[in-house]
Every structure is written in C-alpha cells, then in structure tokens.
C-alpha cells in the first residue's frame, strides 16, 4: 500500500469534490452528527488529504481544530501503536509472557498470560487497576486536574466480568473487554524499551507522527511517568486521524516503516476469541457495524470517540466530542454512510 498523509508537517487540505465526495452531503453528515449538540469535531480524510472539517462550541469545547478532546478507550488504539512500535524495534514479542516484564504479584495477571492476550482482551483479568479516564471538565469549571492515578488492588472482578476473572481465570480462554489488564502494557513497554512508556510514546509515536495537538491528562500519567494505556489521551480531530492514516498505510509514515507491517496485519485481523476485535482495535470483519464496509477497522472510546479507517475507499474519519449521549459506532456511521455509500473507487 503506497504512503500518504501529512508526514511531520501539516495535514495538506484539498477539496471533496476532488477527492470523490460532495460537501453538500458531508454538511448533511456533520449535521446529523451534531444534532445532540455534543460533537467537538468531524475531520475527513481521503487519498491522504484533509477534505473536510467541521466543530462546534458547547459546554465542554471550543469549535477549535486544535482542541484536545479527551480520547476514553479510543486511547487503546494508540497503545496497540507503542507496543507495535516495541515489536518493531525488536524490544519484545507478543508471545512474550508479561511476567518476563512485570512480575505478576505486581500485576495481578496469570502467570501464563502474554502480551498477545493482553492485546487481544483475553488475559484471564487482574484485580490490580487504575481508575477510568476523568471526563472533560465544562469550560466554566476552575477546578485545577487532579494527580496521577496508581494502581490500587481490587477485592473481586467489576460488576459483569467473567467468574474467576482476575483470579483464576485462565488466559487466553474468554474475551472480556476491560482497560484495566491492558493498563500494565504501559509497564511491560517501559521494561522493554528502558524508559518511561510516557516518554516512549511522545518521543518515538508522537513526535515522528507530527502530532501537533496530542498530551496526557494529567491523571493519565502515574509517578513513574507511565501512562494509562487505555485512555486519558487528549488530542485534536486532525491528530486522530493521523493514527488512522498510519494504520491505513501498512505502519509507513514520512518515507520509513514506523511501524512493522506484519504487526499492523495482525492489530488490524480478527483474533481467535473475538472476530470483531484485533490488537485493542474494533474490526468490521462480523458485520459489527451493519452496512459499514466489512474491511472497516476503528478505534472507539465513549461518548463517541472514534477514528474510522476505510482501506477499500482510502479513507479515514475522525469524530469526538462529549455530553450525556452515548454515540455508538453504528449511530455514528448511519450518519457519515450516505456521504460515501456512491463514492467511487480511490484513484492510485
């Protein structure tokens, strides 16, 4: 797959009708999207450009294209991103035992669990966690963020969670969707690569990406600068969907293979457990997303925090904001469908 996409510079803008797409249909799109009056922003790439970008101001943002929305669990697409970065750098394996990095009296998870299971939500579960991502605060709140979240120790699995989960449960035999275990990848980076995953993914993700509104909460990073793997990412629409473009491209950004193509295949493939998941990316392959293409793979977050990939149609669309609505993936693709369910084949 040919690189496209910004490189370390500015996203190059374009027209959508250059590009395939109607703007008449795309601000019917946006529109929809926007009627809870809690979107931030819609950004739409296609063929490696920015074609389209709408936001809006309401209690919790500016109708900014350099405001940083806070990410939720979309914020696991771009952990998947720092141990494909970890892999590619011959730092790990993802048959790793995480116990060859974080002992599992620290972390809570079986002592059979691997970083593919970690990666896959099939880890079996630990009761050692940290907190979910703080929501946004409203514009009018003064109240300063608060600390860095640690790892307390829970006394049974959250309500739901599979029986023994987080006790024994084996790895590897249930999928069960929960940040908490995919938190100690964060740890199980800084082990391999000798620094803080903080420091990892800003200088070695962040940076070469050209991210150019993307941080951490400052709840979201812990008193040895680790990260909360599963969220607490606050960043803009555009910086969103440079992950999405990086994906898109097979893992090459700005001229060099960033990521291990062989490792995006496989972040981005059905895994044995979950055919509608891959590496702590959502796929389409099942038909999650009806009447959404079946080759469609996304990060998702709540409150609508999503960045959509299209390869058949080169494509990708990023979405975000916050309110007291729960935009799911299928609400937010029945909006953006008609503006490319007629949209011809990518030019080369």
């Known amino acids: 797959m040919s690189e496209q996409g910004p490189g370390a510079g500015p996203w190059r803008k374009g027209q959508p009708e250059a590009h395939g797409l109607s703007s008449e249909t795309l601000n019917r799109a946006a529109e929809t999207l926007a009627v809870a009056d809690e979107r931030q922003g819609l950004v739409v790439i296609r063929n490696g450009v920015l074609v389209y970008e709408r936001y809006w101001r309401n209690d919790y943002h500016l109708a900014s294209p350099e405001w940083r929305n806070v990410s939720f669990s979309s914020g696991k697409s771009w952990g998947s991103t720092m141990v494909g970065l970890a892999y590619t750098k011959g730092l790990l394996g993802l048959d790793d035992l995480a116990a060859r990095y974080r002992r599992p009296d620290m972390s809570g998870l079986r002592p059979e669990t691997t970083i593919r299971h970690l990666l896959t939500m099939t880890s079996g579960g630990t009761l050692n966690v940290k907190p979910s991502s703080r929501p946004p605060r409203r514009l009018d709140d003064p109240r300063p963020p608060g600390p860095g979240v640690e790892y307390a120790w829970e006394k049974v699995g959250e309500k739901g969670s599979p029986p023994g989960y987080g006790v024994w449960l084996p790895a590897g035999q249930a999928f069960y969707y929960d940040g908490a275990a995919a938190d100690h990848l964060a740890d199980i980076v800084a082990a391999a690569a000798g620094v803080s995953s903080h420091r990892f993914m800003m200088e070695q993700i962040v940076s070469p990406l050209g991210c150019e509104n993307f941080n951490y909460q400052p709840e979201g990073v812990d008193r040895n600068d ?18 999405g473009q990086l994906y898109l491209n097979g893992g090459r950004w700005d001229g060099r293979q960033l990521i291990d193509a062989d490792y995006i295949g496989q972040a981005t493939s059905p895994s044995p457990a979950n055919p509608s998941y891959g590496f702590l990316w959502w796929l389409n392959a099942a038909a999650r997303v009806p009447n959404a293409p079946a080759s469609m793979f996304f990060a998702a977050g709540a409150r609508g925090q999503f960045c959509f990939v299209l390869p058949d149609q080169e494509m990708v669309i990023a979405t975000m904001g916050f309110g007291a609505a729960q935009l799911s993936a299928e609400a937010a693709w029945d909006a953006l469908a008609p503006a490319i369910s007629q949209l011809p084949p990518s030019s080369p």
């Open 226 to 243: 680790n990260v909360r793997f599963g969220g607490s990412i606050v960043l803009s629409c555009r910086d969103m969907a440079r992950l």
